[in-house]
């Protein structure tokens, strides 16, 4: 992929050593692409979750905020705990946002619907 990409071999070192070194800078730059990807035309934006663990064990969880048109825009990513956290850094937007029962409480609905979402959200059950 990096070669088809970069036209050149990267290795992994390298893309290690700016993820562990320079991850504030990378967030920078994904945080001023953002408003970019924003201007792109799409039809809907669907939030998802997955659970794994690291090497020490230690379970961690994936966020992600895709938004659908004609192609898949990706406009944030994070590894952090907490639902209501990543519904808070979810950019702005207009549409349906779709998500499974992870989502499915009020403080994330709340704050989905306050940054301009219809949410639809997989009901919990309980």
Same mark, same amino acid.
């Given at each position: 992929?990096?070669?088809?990409?970069?036209?050149?071999?990267?290795?992994? $070192? =390298?893309?290690?050593?700016?993820?562990? %070194?320079?991850?504030?800078?990378?967030?920078?730059?994904? &945080?001023?692409?953002?408003? /970019?990807?924003?201007?792109?035309?799409?039809?809907?934006?669907?939030?998802? $979750? =997955?659970?794994?663990?690291?090497?020490? %064990?230690?379970?961690?969880?994936?966020?992600?905020?895709? &938004?659908?048109?004609?192609? /898949?825009?990706?406009?944030?990513?994070?590894?952090?705990?907490?639902?209501?956290?990543?519904?808070?850094?979810?950019?702005?937007?207009?549409?349906?946002?779709?998500?499974?029962?992870?989502?499915?409480?009020?403080?994330?609905?709340?704050?989905?619907?306050?940054?301009?979402?219809?949410?639809?959200?997989?009901?919990?059950?309980?």
């Amino acid at each position: 992929m990096r070669k088809k990409f970069l036209k050149r071999r990267i290795p992994k $070192s =390298t893309l290690n050593y700016w993820e562990i %070194k320079h991850s504030d800078l990378v967030k920078e730059v994904l &945080r001023a692409l953002n408003p /970019l990807l924003e201007q792109i035309d799409y039809l809907y934006t669907f939030l998802d $979750s =997955t659970k794994f663990p690291n090497w020490h %064990k230690d379970l961690n969880e994936f966020f992600v905020c895709v &938004r659908f048109g004609e192609t /898949l825009i990706p406009v944030y990513v994070d590894l952090i705990s907490s639902k209501v956290e990543f519904a808070a850094r979810t950019p702005e937007g207009r549409g349906f946002a779709l998500a499974d029962g992870a989502f499915d409480a009020k403080k994330v609905l709340n704050e989905l619907v306050g940054k301009g979402y219809v949410s639809i959200v997989k009901p919990t059950k309980r």
